[in-house]
């Protein structure tokens, strides 16, 4: 049973009706609901009022609080079918991803290579001369073409 | 060419594993002022964060930390 549950975040919108002095209570009683139907609490974060991007209910403004806690997978259709009866704008249970808190490293960004074009324009000894040749010897040719 | 330096993926190097659903300011720069989610050819995010970046957005969305749309 327990080597089975799984880690779940739990983020609710609670109304603003609420008095500032009761949201405490009421993340308390969310907490009580998840511990009653088999879960274990590991974290809990305490609603905060803040704004929605949107209206939920006639409502502009909201509480939010979040928890993460453990339950078996199966008990989590029956958690969401109590927390809807509950006084709530919105809420989601969605599995918690590992947090992997790594230090921050800046990834060494790949320089472009070094424009290639460059060395080409400097102007060389040994292959100067050759293009000279060359060029004489295309006028050549086209003389010779033309001549005839 | 327009895009003269290859832009690298945010959330590779910032080294954040998980897209938090709940920071609606940093989602907000995936996305147009019309709060559609922009490609990751003009942020340049990576294949595997773009995934977890989208479905973050599509969270954030239900609770209303990000618009749906605007008007």
Redesign the interface.
């Known amino acids: 049973m327990e080597t089975d549950s799984k880690n779940y975040e739990f ?1 609710y ?1 609670l109304p603003p009706s609420i008095p500032e002095s009761e949201v405490l209570m009421y993340s308390r009683k969310l907490s009580k609901i998840i511990e009653d139907t088999g879960g274990k609490i590991r974290h809990t974060e305490e609603p905060k009022k803040g704004k ?3 209206e ?1 209910k006639k409502e502009r403004n ?1 509480y ?1 609080g ?1 928890t993460t806690f453990a339950m078996a997978p199966n008990a989590i259709a029956l958690l969401e079918k109590k927390l809807k009866g509950e006084n709530l704008l ?1 809420f ?1 249970i ?1 599995g918690e ?11 060494t ?1 790949p320089s ?1 290579p070094a424009p290639t074009h460059i060395p080409a324009h400097r102007p060389e000894g040994p292959e100067k001369p050759e293009e000279k040749l060359d060029l004489e010897a295309l006028d050549k040719k086209l003389e010779e073409i033309l001549g005839k | 060419m327009l895009q003269q330096e290859q832009k690298q993926c945010y959330f590779c190097t910032t080294n954040r594993d998980v897209i938090d659903y709940k920071d609606g300011e940093m989602l907000r720069k995936f996305m147009s002022s019309q709060a559609k989610i922009y490609p990751p050819r003009k942020t340049g995010t990576c294949a595997h964060h773009q995934r977890q970046l989208a479905r973050a957005i599509k969270r954030a969305r239900f609770l209303a930390f990000v618009p749906y749309t605007t008007r």
């Open positions: 983020p919108l929605l991007a949107y939920i909201a939010f979040w919105r989601l969605v991803e590992e947090t992997q808190v790594r230090p921050q490293i800046l990834r960004i472009r």
